[in-house]
């Protein structure tokens, strides 16, 4: 059984920095793609960024610029540092991870940005 856990969120004013991380572990395994995404009150959960074992990465419209996606294959982590950062952006940012095709999410961490 393979688990996701985010870490990483808190409350900042607009313009701050926050960086998000995302471990998986449970037994030997290979994780393929990663993923960020979030939902805000009332909204629909959106992809915030994806990125693939290989590096390949992929950003929203409204973070791109703003945020970058990283991984460490050797910690199974996957980071987001989000710079910038407006009241728009305050949502239960959660991360997925793709194991042998199939998907497995953490439970959500808490942003929250004041203005």
């Known amino acids: 059984q393979v688990q996701v856990v985010e870490s990483g969120g808190g409350l900042v004013q607009a313009g701050g920095s926050l960086r998000l991380s995302c471990a998986a572990s449970?037994?030997?395994?290979?994780?393929?793609?990663m993923g960020w995404y979030r939902r805000a009150p009332g909204k629909q959960r959106e992809l915030v960024a994806s990125?693939?074992?290989?590096?390949?990465?992929n950003y929203a419209d409204s973070v791109a610029g703003r945020v970058t996606i990283s991984r460490d294959n050797i910690k199974n982590t996957m980071y987001l540092q989000m710079n910038s950062l407006k009241p728009e952006d305050t949502a239960v940012y959660y991360c997925?991870?793709?194991?042998?095709?199939?998907?497995?999410w953490g439970q959500g961490t808490q942003v929250t940005v004041s203005s």
């Open positions: 449970g037994s030997a395994f290979s994780i393929g793609a």
């Open positions: 990125i693939t074992s290989g590096g390949s990465r």
């Open positions: 997925n991870a793709v194991v042998y095709a199939r998907t497995y």
